[in-house]
């Protein structure tokens, strides 16, 4: 199955695999797992290799950096890679915005891939 992905309607981007796929019809802790999941392991089909994932989350409160090293376990076991390979940055948004009021996070990832 190649990766698609088809024109956004006004309301969302729809995920590049079957929408009536059970797995990501109801968001719970770990759907956000399972879809890293699956995008990481069509990207090693596709003949990829995952180098490292650098991550930044950016949010006032709850403070991050006491669970900096769960999240990177975690998002690596869902990639399959070491934790070694995952970085995760926190930082604040200095009380600018929404974020900078609490009033919600923003996190921004990267992947550096090689064959």
């Not at 180098?51 to 409160?61: F, G, L, R, S």
């Amino acid at each position: 199955m190649r990766w698609r992905m088809p024109s956004p309607t006004p309301c969302s981007v729809r995920p590049p695999w079957a929408t009536s796929d059970a797995t990501f019809q109801t968001p719970t802790s770990s759907f956000s797992l399972a879809l890293l999941a699956e995008a990481a392991r069509r990207v090693r089909a596709a003949g990829w290799k995952i180098a490292n994932i650098d991550c930044t989350i950016v949010a006032e409160k709850p403070k991050m950096a006491p669970h900096v090293p769960a999240m990177r376990l975690r998002l690596g076991q869902a990639m399959t890679v070491q934790p070694d390979q995952v970085n995760i940055k926190a930082k604040t948004a200095e009380g600018m915005g929404p974020v900078g009021r609490g009033e919600s996070i923003e996190a921004r990832a990267v992947c550096l891939l090689m064959r």
